[in-house]
């Protein structure tokens, strides 16, 4: 095995690294941030129709941003993974096993790169449990459009292409709100892990549509562009 030494400048170790990638579906490619005990990810995907909003709070041993291709990481299988920084790549380290990422000179990956926009549109915050997230993620088909329509206390998710399924869920709210989401985008949206206990879907009339998460080491907020409806 090789020495800790010879790997480079060690950067951080992530303890769920299953669940960092598992979180990046949208992502092909990013920067990745590492500083202020956190890593840190903000980016829109390439056709520039949803955003991805990551902090992982880990210890940082050095602060540097790289952008790297994803996909040369998503084949990882390990839980723990330590990061190495040397000659312009990043190195993961599955025990011995290492998985090196040249630095990327994309300028569209660094356009993709920035802040996360700042919800100014009316709307209401609509917290789901894990039960109901399961249940969304089985009526989700990547092909199909899906209306979110909200009043009375009531959300209702429904198939607008097929018209085959249709979700009520009642949840404290107030005012009424209607958007339409592809599924392309919804199927690396929702999620129901254990360590998250439910989610925040904000959703307004025609505006992005947001679904954030939050636990003790992990914040992620996604953004996705609504459809237009046509009449």
């Known amino acids: 095995m090789a020495s800790k030494k010879s790997l480079g400048t060690p950067i951080c170790t992530l ?68 990061i190495y920084t040397s000659n312009n790549q990043l190195i993961f380290n599955d025990d011995g096993l290492m998985y090196k990422c040249a630095a990327l000179s994309d300028p569209n990956v660094d356009k993709r790169d920035r802040e996360g926009p700042a919800v100014k549109w009316d709307h209401v915050n609509l917290a789901l449990t894990n039960a109901h997230v399961k249940k969304v993620l089985t009526m989700i088909n990547a092909k199909n459009k899906y209306n979110f329509d909200f009043s009375d206390n009531v959300l209702t998710i429904n198939d607008a292409t097929d018209n085959a399924m249709e979700y009520i869920i009642e949840v404290e709210g107030s005012g009424t709100f209607h958007t339409q989401v592809h599924g392309m985008y919804l199927v690396d949206v929702f999620m129901a892990p254990k360590y998250f206990t439910g989610c925040v879907i904000t959703l307004g009339n025609n505006t992005p549509f947001k679904v954030s998460y939050a636990c003790e080491w992990l914040t992620l907020d996604y953004f996705v562009a609504p459809m237009i409806e046509q009449d």
């Open 15 to 82: 303890s769920q690294f299953q669940s960092f990638i598992s979180s990046l579906g949208l992502l092909s490619s990013a920067k990745l941030h590492f500083g202020n005990n956190e890593l840190l990810i903000h980016a829109t995907e390439a056709s520039n129709c949803a955003f991805v909003i990551m902090h992982y709070r880990t210890p940082i041993e050095t602060p540097i941003s790289i952008a790297i291709d994803l996909n040369n990481i998503k084949g990882i299988k390990a839980d723990e993974i330590q």
